[in-house]
């Protein structure tokens, strides 16, 4: 979070974050190879700066952008099947769960709650302990874009029963939009939730 804080002011070398921040260098190219590969941060030549994406998350408050960051280290340690289209994983889920408990996010929650965009992919969190029970049952082949993606965690989040399936509640679905947000601006809308200040392009969409 330091980091981001300092590429807030300015664009900087690895060098001068390492002297910023007090880190190793090691650290300090560790933890830039990471926003970089979440999208928080780009590379121009020698110096980093935000990624657009970042300036737009970081006009939020400081607890929805550290809850998007937990968030997005979560989705990170996802397992993505494919299983034969986002209709299937839903019902993969519903018919292997036999006392598991699961919680459906993101996409799919978005949609369940509002019918608008048919989402890509299942989203659900499962219980660390569970997962090769889940993947065993579900028989989905690991993909780079699964139609099934299976969230682990220690403890399953706080959820509403939406057309008896579990989905997260508003306020987590709110942070799971924004941290993708191209079509989770669309989401956020449909929802009738704040959405942040989005670049001119996606304000014409929301606004046809």
Do not use: H
């Not at 807030?8 to 690895?14: D, L």
């Not at 969190?125 to 989905?140: A, F, N, P, Q, R």
């Not at 403890?155 to 579990?166: Q, R, S, T, W, Y």
Request: hydrophobic share 45%; with cysteine; aromatic share 10%.
């Amino acid at each position: 979070m330091f980091i981001l804080w300092l590429l807030s002011e300015r664009p900087c070398t690895p060098s001068e974050i390492e002297s910023e921040a007090s880190l190793p260098r090691a650290s300090v190219y560790r933890y830039l190879s990471e926003l970089e590969e979440m999208g928080w941060i780009v590379k121009k030549g020698k110096f980093y700066m935000l990624s657009d994406r970042a300036r737009v998350l970081l006009n939020l408050e400081a607890r929805e952008v550290l809850g998007i960051f937990l968030l997005e280290k979560m989705f990170q340690r996802a397992i993505k099947l494919r299983v034969g289209g986002w209709e299937r994983g839903l019902e993969l889920m519903e018919s292997c769960s036999k006392g598991r408990k699961y919680v459906l996010g993101y996409e799919t929650a978005a949609y369940l709650r509002t019918g608008y965009q048919v989402p890509s992919a299942t989203f659900a969190y499962i219980k660390e302990e569970d997962l090769d029970y889940w993947i065993s049952c579900v028989k989905g082949e690991k993909a780079l874009m699964g139609d099934l993606v299976l969230i682990p965690v220690r403890e399953l989040p706080a959820f509403d029963l939406i057309g008896n399936k579990p989905v997260v509640k508003i306020s987590r679905l709110k942070l799971e939009l924004l941290s993708f947000l191209g079509r989770g601006v669309l989401d956020l809308a449909a929802l009738r939730l704040p959405v942040p200040p989005v670049p001119e392009e996606m304000t014409d969409v929301l606004s046809s």
